[in-house]
């Protein structure tokens, strides 16, 4: 492919089949043991391990490189208490008046309820945003593309990533969220994507007794 634009070799490690299939099986060993915790510690979570996960997410492809996200960590007891009780209003709205009876019957297995202490209980809550547009250094809106798509990419290298370290990890997503802007101070062009739940789970954590779909019903090979 010929371009005018700069670019340079890449940085690429080609490992032998045996050695690719022994790695991959490691990987898929260790990421299918991730579940969905409601359950967590208190436990603080070094920051570093944080850093390094949003690394990883920052490296996500993204449409035209546009990187169209911004993370949010919160630690501060405050913030995250302001944040629990606007999702719950959220959330008692939605188990109330807004779910259909189909939503909350496929809701009874994993035992949900408006009730979301794990927002205050974990040591850390990440906010995703998706920039809808960017500004440039002279304040002009510039596009953005294929926003939802990567954005949703960039998290699930962030949740393989915390995963990998050894955290747990829930994704929740109240709607609406707009309440996240306010509380954060992000501006409208940017929109709440994902509010992910990070730490430790707690000691006597508990899971749904849940099965995935096997491969031949989510897979075709031709």
Known sequence: MSSDAPHIGLQHTVFSPQQSIER???FVDHLVQRRTVRDFSSSPVDEQIIHQALRAACSAPSG????????????????????REA????????????????????????ATNDQKPFLETAPCLIAVFLERYSVDEQGHKTKNYYMPESVGIACGFLIAALHRAGLATLTHTPSPMGFLNRILQRPTRERPFLLLVVGYPAANAQVPDIQRKPSDQTVSWF
């Open 24 to 26: 991959a099986h490691d």
């Open 64 to 83: 035209a490189n546009k990187q169209p996200w911004h993370f949010c960590v919160i630690q501060n007891p405050d913030v995250k208490r302001q944040i």
């Open 87 to 110: 999702a719950e209003a959220e959330e008692r709205e939605f188990y109330a008046t807004k779910a259909p009876d189909e939503w909350l019957d496929d809701l009874k297995p994993l």
